[in-house]
Every structure is written in structure tokens, then in C-alpha cells.
């Protein structure tokens, strides 16, 4: 099979060769001078179609593949220059000929060419003609993106251009859902998209644009075809399942609505097929478009989550979910100064899973195998307003508000059997997990620009959170010795835990920026960070008759208050001298710790001085070579500091140490990017290393498998070594390919049972791909990824082919098919396992009809299960979960 899917590759291949004419040569000003990034075109005189088009290299350089024995108009423009057309017929040679642009015209004249290329570069931004690169198979702004050259959609919907994420989704200019791209790739209608808009060095501030370092800033807009401007548009899906799958459904109704005053977004889905528009992992990371705004202050502080590890789907598979999910996403502008604009999320699932695993104790070898099957209910809100306020091009004042409120339950029913010195016992436990999270995330900002030279900047961020985790254990041994635990012989075992904690969290900091010369400024930085915590535990048991018995010792118990603020100036000089731009800096901290627990307080305070430097070698217009280094101290919040007992699962009990101090971090990054629009060659690739001393580790006691650790301040240095790189381009107009690799390196330091224990785990990841984009012949991507991990002796590998077909034919079907195969197995085959994904679809929709008619079915060959393997600190787990079976949906949409 793969042997035919290569061959089709090769011939198809082949036969452009062979039915081309190469049109290549350079493009100068009239001093003859090569021009960089100027656009060209071939237009058909038959077809009036554009046949090929091309962008110069840094050498004037252009290549066009065009079409033996015919006329063509070519068009060429440039920024600045007045565009020139001209007549050149084919035979069957190649033709090489220069072009010289006739002098300085003005800008608007290339205005024409640029909109019909189906790439373009303007400054910073790269603009996509989407209809250039569709094939009619596509539905969905994600299809589109996937088939843009230096664009990728992963798996959770997140984009990645030039291998840096996109932070921002806009469509006309206007935010969509901020903070994620995922509802934006998965539902904006294909048919809809106009242009594609990557915005590169983006920053949201007008006025600090080219004071701050942006090279990692990328955002994207999405312009829309003129039929969907100022008039609703979307579409409206239903599906039921076939013959025995009657039960199954789908209701998926989308609408939007964009004008230059104001644009609604509304997007449901209902359904019990597995699809998930927000899982509770993109929950958890939904930003809401807050930026860590303390990020140059060398300082880190976060709050961690009391989430009692509920499970979180992986690739959005499970045995069962049912989703209820809507959402509404507004911007409105109420004068020209004045824009409002927020979105509300509302979604609801229930799922059930089925997983087997076996966990290893590095130290002992020891095992723990586990069948368990879970059933979890989510509740999941999110809210957002925001305000800009612009009178002028020299003030701005912002204000959002981003609310999470969460319900969660999990009750699981396992069959544990721990292999303990060889010795095998089992039993079944019973755990139930509830949490009612609410967090209130506010942001304030002030942009003044008093004059060309002085800039001002404040900005303030608050956190209310408020978290309530229970936990209860059900089970036949008692795994921990508790005082004022009561055994009763015969009867199972229930002890639970109440946690209660609640953070404030004040980042507030003002910004100057002096313009020193047009080309370099100076920035002086005043900041604090303040947060309070209040951390509240108890544990107690359900005996057998019902009654409570209440642990009211003091190692059972919690109630910790801790108070943290960091007071900071910091200093930041930025120049452009030839091709690089320098930024060292350095800041000054204050730090002041106190916790109060146990009816005393301990305190903490020094200072210290944290330098970083930033540098950018512009090799070329689009090649640059980046080093960042940064000195930071790292600071835990209160869940490590409470020294009563934390059940942090069934088999694990954690207390924290009070007297922790913290861990000083030293980062070096190096970033090397290329994109030659030429050839659309994209190289990418970085290296970061980080050393960590005095670090927060863990000292771990192991009872067979039953574990309690306590953390403490490590002498030695923990260190992580990641790099990634790609190389992608595209072939002959309708090719691309692309190979891309990423490691990770990392050296732990701990403590088990009382000796000192160094582990590392290296993992490796390698992707090959290539896939054709045609227009009316079946379009196919071949791949292969291997995936190494290796945990301190313990190696596992992944290898995994994958295919994609889709063609659109006869002008009303599409049909699109996925295949993904993977073996999974271990260095010495103990485990070893084959298991395959196949997908396929059908549509039909007639020329301008408003009606689509659908066949889908998800795993085709009904495989009932995936394998996955991790890695802690102190043991390996090795997990193989179930997955939903076949599902053939029949489904109707009409597009609005």
C-alpha cells in the first residue's frame, strides 16, 4: 500500500516536469539593483487564470513553472515602484529573462497585483489569498490554515507560524474568543475567508511598537469575502447515527455577523459522538488574552492550581462523552475612541473512561497495576469584558475582566494490584474528587506618549481565586499510619479531605521609555508584585456505622496564611546598530516571605540583583538569529509551604516545608529562522538550556508502593537541554514538504528513602510529511513520526505512519479520509502493541446550493484502545485507556 501511494506521489510528480516551462531571471531597479520580496505573476490569455506565481529572493531572484505553447500577461510589482506588465509566449524551452522596474511610482498602483498573489509580504505582515490554496474540499478555517506554506494547526487547534505560536485570533481586525485559536480553526466557514493575515512582531500598544522586543509576538486576521460583510452568515448542522447508532447525534448550529460597528459570534454543538469544541484542558489554559505582564522582571511567582489531578482527555478520546457546549463572542464599537468587546462560554459534558495501567517505582522496582474505570461531570464557564479607550494616537486606557467558574465530579472504581518485593496482593478502591473553582482575573492599563521622546506605560493585573477540592478514598488497606484514625477490623477503609485556599495576587508595574536616538531607548521600570494566600485542610474519616471521626491533630490539619511581595527597578537599554538589536538589562529586588501556621510566623526578606540580555542578528530581511538570557528566582506559593498532611491521592501523602526558600534560575535560548519566499523554504530552529539551583525538590519515602514526601532546597542543580527544528518548503506550485525534530534533555535531583537519587529522561520526537495541493486532482499527505522516550533505563517507542486523502470531484462531492497507525512497544518487547485509526467522510453540495449532505465515520476499523506512557520523578506509568467505537453519522447542514 504505502509502495502504490509513493508511486501515484512520483508520477504525478513526474508529469509536471515533463508538461512545464521554467520562466526564471531577476528583477532589478533601473540602476540595476536585484529587488527583494517584489511579486510576480502569470496570467493565462486563454483561461484569464493565474497559472503561476513566485516572490523574489534577497538576489532579485524569480522562478515560474508555466504551461508549454502559450500566451501569457506577466505582472510584476513592487513596494514603491510602479507596477509593469508585459507579453511572453511559451514552446517548449525554458525561458531566462531579466526585468527591470521602471522607476518610482506610487504605492497604490501594485495594490492590484498583491490582492490577486497568493502571497504577499507588506512590512511585517504576510498576507494568504485563501482561494488560492483551497480545493474545495475545505470547511473550515483549519483546513485552509493547513494547507498555507509555514503554517501548522496541531492537534489542539493551536497555530504555529514560522514555529511560534499565534497568541491571537481576530477576524475584520476584531477579537475572536481571546485567548485561544482553537473555537476560531474549528468553526470560522472556510467558504468565508477572503485573506489570511499573519501579523509578525505584533503588540496590541500602538505606542510601544518598536520599543519592546516582539519577535515572538504573532497574531492573525482573518479578512472576509465581501458577501459576508454586514450580513449574517454561518450554517446550521444536524446528524443522527446509522442503523444501530440511531442514538447517536449531532446539532451544531454557528452564526456570525461582522460590520464596521459591530461583529456577533455565536457557536453551539450538541452532541454524543466524541467531538469536544472545549476540553477541560483547553479550560484550564484558556487565557483570556492576559499576558504576563511581570515577564521582564526576572521574578517567578505563580499560583498553582488545587485541581486533585481529575483526568483530562488526551486527543479528545474516551469511552464516552456527551457535550453540551455554547458560546458567544461580541465587539462593538460605541464611538470611534470607544470599543467594547468580550465573550461568554458555557459547556457541559460527561465522560466516561476505561483505562488500564502499570506504574513502576524507579528506586525498587515495585509495580502497581491498575484497571480503572472513571466517570466524570464537568461544568464549565467563562466570561470576559473588555474596554479600550483611544481619543488620540498618544493615549489608550484599557480595562477586562476575565471570570472562571468551574463544577467538577469524578468517581472511580478500580481493581489495584501492587507487586511489592514479588509478592502480589489486590484489592478495590473506591475515590470520589469534587472541586468548585472560581477565579476573577481583572486587568487595568494606561498608555500616555507625552512627546516623540517620552512614552509612559502602567499597567495593574488581579487575581481573585478561590478553590474548594474534596477527596475521598474508599478502600480495603490502609496505606498511611494517621494519629486519631480509628481501625476497624472487617471494615473497609474512608478517609477524606476538606482543602479550602484563596489567593490574592496585586502585579502592578509603570513603564517609562525615553527615545534616545530615532534608533535606540532607554527604559526604566518600577514594579511590585503582592500576593496573599490562606490555605485551610482537615481530614477525617466515615466509619462504618456513619458517624465522622474528625483527625483533629495537628499533623492532620491546615490552616496557613502566607504573604509574598517582591518590590522591583529595573533598567533596559535598546539599540539598532546595523543588524543587530541589543537589549542587556538588569533589576533590582526586594523581597519580603512571611507564613504563619502552627500559631507562629517565619519571615523572610533579601535582596537581589537579576540581569538579562537580549540580542537580534538580522542576517536578512527574513533570517534572523536570536539569543535571549535571563537570571530569575523562582518562588512556590502556599501549597508547599503548609506543613500538615495533603492526601494527594489515595497512595500518596504530601506535607509541605515551611522554611523553603527559593530556587535561582539561569535561561540561555537561541533561535535561528529563515523563510525565503523564493521557494516558501522555511527553516526554524532554537535551543534553550536551563540550569536551576537551590531548587524545590523532593524527599519521598516509599512504603512497597504507597508514597509520602515532604519538598526541601536542593544543593544540586537540576538542568533541561530542548531543542526543535523544521524545514519545510514547497515544489513546482502544487508540492510541499517538510521534516521537523525536537528533543528534551533533563537531569532531576531527589531524595528516596533517604538516598540521594539522580534521574533523566530524554525524549526525542521526528516528523517527515509531504502532501500535493491540486485544484482538480485528489490532493494526498504522507507522513511518518517516531516518537523515543526514555525514563532512567526504561525506553519507549512510538512509530507512526499517517496519510490524508481528500478530492473534490464532479464540482459537488469531497471526500476527505484520514489514516493514522502506531506501534507502540518497549526496548525489551514486554510490551508491544499495533493499533490503527481510520476516518472518512463524503459530502455533496451543489453549486451554489445552500444544502450539504454528509457521511462521516469516525474509527472505521473500530480499534478499542491507544497507549501512552509517563514519566515522574520517581516511577514510570505505562497506560492503555478505550476509545469510543465506529461511529457512522448521516448529518445535513444548511449554510445561511
Do not use: C
Not at 877 to 896: A, E
Amino acid at each position: 500500500m504505502k509502495n502504490i501511494l509513493f508511486y501515484v506521489i512520483f508520477l504525478m510528480t513526474s508529469i509536471s516536469f515533463a508538461q512545464s516551462v521554467r520562466f526564471d531571471g531577476v528583477i532589478q531597479d533601473e540602476q540595476k539593483n536585484p529587488l527583494e520580496m517584489a511579486n510576480i505573476m502569470a496570467v493565462n490569455n486563454g483561461t484569464k487564470a493565474m497559472d503561476s506565481y513566485g516572490i523574489t529572493n534577497d538576489k532579485g531572484k524569480f522562478q515560474l513553472t508555466l504551461k508549454p505553447n502559450t500566451s501569457y500577461t506577466i505582472k510584476i510589482s513592487y513596494l514603491g515602484m510602479k507596477s509593469k506588465e508585459m507579453a511572453i509566449s511559451t514552446n517548449t524551452e525554458n525561458i531566462v529573462q531579466n526585468i527591470v522596474m521602471d522607476g518610482a511610482g506610487i504605492e497604490l498602483e501594485g495594490v492590484e497585483i498583491v490582492r490577486e498573489m497568493p502571497v504577499s509580504i507588506k512590512g511585517d505582515t504576510i498576507v494568504y489569498n485563501a482561494d488560492s490554496f483551497k480545493s474545495g474540499t475545505e470547511k473550515k478555517l483549519e483546513d485552509v490554515l493547513k494547507k498555507l506554506p509555514g503554517v501548522e494547526v496541531n492537534a489542539d487547534g493551536e497555530i504555529e507560524v514560522e514555529g511560534k505560536k499565534v497568541s491571537k485570533l481576530m477576524v475584520e481586525g476584531k477579537d475572536f474568543f481571546d485567548g485561544d485559536t482553537k473555537l476560531g480553526v474549528k468553526n470560522i466557514p472556510a467558504d468565508a475567508i477572503d485573506k489570511v493575515q499573519v501579523l509578525r512582531n505584533y503588540n496590541e500598544v500602538s505606542q510601544l511598537k518598536g520599543l519592546e522586543n516582539d519577535q515572538d509576538n504573532v497574531a492573525m486576521n482573518i479578512k472576509l469575502k465581501s458577501g459576508k460583510k454586514n450580513f449574517w452568515f454561518g450554517d446550521v448542522t444536524a446528524g443522527v447515527g446509522v442503523a444501530e447508532l440511531d442514538s447517536r447525534y449531532i446539532i451544531n448550529p454557528k452564526l456570525f455577523y461582522y460590520s464596521p460597528k459591530y461583529s456577533i459570534n455565536l457557536i453551539t454543538n450538541f452532541n454524543n459522538i466524541g467531538e469536544l469544541p472545549l476540553t477541560a484542558q483547553d479550560y484550564f489554559k484558556f487565557t483570556g488574552g492576559f499576558k504576563n505582564m511581570m515577564k521582564k522582571g526576572g521574578s517567578n511567582f505563580n499560583v498553582s492550581s488545587n485541581d486533585l489531578g481529575i483526568s483530562i482527555l488526551r486527543n479528545n478520546r474516551a469511552k464516552e462523552i456527551e457535550t453540551k457546549f455554547g458560546a458567544t463572542n461580541f465587539a462593538y464599537s460605541a464611538t470611534k475612541s470607544w470599543n467594547i468587546s468580550g465573550f461568554g462560554i458555557l459547556s457541559t459534558s460527561k465522560t466516561d473512561l476505561e483505562t488500564k495501567s502499570q506504574t513502576t517505582i524507579l528506586a525498587s522496582g515495585d509495580q502497581q497495576k491498575r484497571d480503572e474505570n472513571t466517570n466524570q461531570k464537568n461544568n464549565l464557564g467563562l466570561f470576559k469584558l473588555s474596554s479600550t479607550y483611544k481619543p488620540n494616537d498618544k493615549f489608550q486606557f484599557d480595562y477586562d475582566i476575565l471570570t472562571k467558574l468551574t463544577k467538577q465530579e469524578e468517581y472511580s472504581d478500580l481493581l489495584r494490584e501492587q507487586i511489592v518485593q514479588n509478592v502480589a496482593t489486590s484489592e478495590t478502591i473506591f475515590t470520589t474528587k469534587k472541586q468548585d473553582p472560581t477565579s476573577i482575573n481583572q486587568n487595568l492599563s494606561l498608555y500616555y506618549t507625552q512627546s516623540d521622546k517620552n512614552i509612559f506605560a502602567f499597567e495593574m493585573q488581579h487575581l481573585y481565586q478561590d478553590e474548594n477540592p474534596f477527596y475521598n478514598a474508599n478502600l480495603q488497606t490502609l496505606p498511611f499510619n494517621l494519629s486519631g484514625y480509628i481501625t476497624q477490623p472487617g471494615a473497609r477503609n474512608d478517609y477524606n479531605q476538606d482543602r479550602f485556599v484563596k489567593t490574592n495576587k496585586l502585579d502592578a508595574k509603570l513603564d517609562y521609555y525615553y527615545m534616545v536616538t530615532p534608533k535606540s531607548n532607554f527604559n526604566v521600570t518600577l514594579g511590585n508584585t503582592y500576593s496573599y494566600q490562606n490555605f485551610n485542610s482537615h481530614i477525617f474519616q466515615i466509619l462504618e456505622n456513619g458517624d465522622r471521626n474528625d483527625l483533629n491533630n495537628a499533623e492532620n490539619n491546615n490552616d496557613v496564611d502566607y504573604s509574598f511581595n517582591d518590590a522591583f527597578l529595573g533598567f533596559h537599554y535598546k539599540i539598532l546598530t546595523g543588524k543587530f538589536t541589543l537589549t542587556p538589562g538588569v533589576s533590582l529586588h526586594s523581597y519580603q516571605m512571611t507564613n504563619g501556621q502552627l500559631g507562629t510566623d517565619y519571615s523572610q526578606s533579601f535582596t537581589k540583583v537579576l540581569p538579562d540580555f537580549f540580542a537580534l542578528y538580522q542576517i536578512k530581511k527574513s533570517e534572523t538569529l536570536t539569543y535571549n538570557f535571563s537570571l530569575s528566582n523562582d518562588f512556590t506559593d502556599i501549597n508547599q509551604l503548609a506543613a500538615g498532611y495533603v492526601l494527594s491521592d489515595y497512595s500518596s501523602l504530601f506535607r509541605g516545608n515551611r522554611y523553603l526558600e527559593n530556587a535561582t534560575s539561569q535561561v540561555h535560548s537561541l533561535r535561528y529562522f529563515k523563510y525565503n519566499m523564493f521557494n516558501f523554504e522555511n527553516i526554524f530552529a532554537n535551543a534553550t538550556y536551563t540550569k536551576k539551583v537551590d531548587a524545590i525538590k523532593t524527599k519521598a519515602n516509599f512504603d512497597g508502593i504507597n508514597q509520602s514526601s515532604v519538598p526541601y532546597n536542593s544543593n544540586l542543580a537540576d538542568e533541561t537541554l530542548s531543542g526543535m527544528g523544521s524545514y519545510g518548503r514547497s515544489f513546482l506550485k502544487n508540492y510541499k514538504a517538510s521534516a521537523t525534530a525536537s528533543l528534551n534533555w533533563s537531569k532531576f535531583n531527589n531524595i528516596q528513602n533517604n538516598v540521594l537519587a539522580t534521574t533523566e529522561s530524554f525524549t526525542q520526537s521526528y516528523t517527515v510529511k509531504a502532501a500535493t495541493n491540486y485544484k482538480n486532482l485528489p490532493n494526498l499527505e504522507l507522513g511518518y513520526n517516531a516518537l523515543i522516550n526514555q525514563y532512567s533505563g526504561s525506553t519507549y517507542y512510538t512509530d507512526k505512519p499517517f496519510a490524508r486523502l481528500d478530492y473534490y470531484f464532479w464540482k459537488s462531492f469531497s471526500f476527505v479520509s484520514e489514516y493514522e497507525f502506531y506501534h507502540y512497544y518497549n526496548g525489551d518487547k514486554t510490551v508491544d502493541n499495533e493499533y490503527d485509526f481510520l476516518s472518512a467522510s463524503l459530502i455533496y453540495q451543489k453549486k451554489d446550493s445552500k444544502w450539504e449532505y454528509k457521511v462521516s465515520a469516525t474509527n472505521l476499523l473500530n480499534t478499542t484502545y491507544l497507549n501512552d506512557d509517563s514519566f515522574s520523578q520517581f516511577s514510570t506509568r505505562v497506560s492503555q485507556y478505550t476509545v469510543q467505537p465506529r461511529y457512522i453519522i448521516f448529518s445535513m447542514k444548511y449554510n445561511l
